[in-house]
């Protein structure tokens, strides 16, 4: 249960770096409200996961895959660009990440 927590916090992790965008800088009401449920929701599923998970794997997962999400969604919805060295970058971190998954014994 612990790896489905850390893998809902890693995309709640997407969405409050996403929606930092769109807050424009806390500006915006709504943008600005759903980033900030979606940071305490994180970091709380975050925690839960981290009793049973070592906390280097956790933590170091729930970035990658907030790494892995926003930058796929900036290039997606932000324009951001999509060139060889930004997505082999982006599958050393994806590599990085299951290479941790399989290297816990939890």
Known sequence: MAWIFLIVAGLL???WAIGLKYSEGFTRFWPSVLTIIAMII???LLGIAMKSLPAG???SIWVGIGAVGTVV???ALLGEP???ARL???GFIIAGIIGLKLATPV
């Open 13 to 15: 992790e997407v969405v």
């Open 42 to 44: 994180s970091m709380g």
């Open 57 to 59: 794997t956790a933590y």
């Open 73 to 75: 969604l900036g290039i």
């Open 82 to 84: 999509a060139n060889a």
């Open 88 to 90: 082999i970058s982006v």
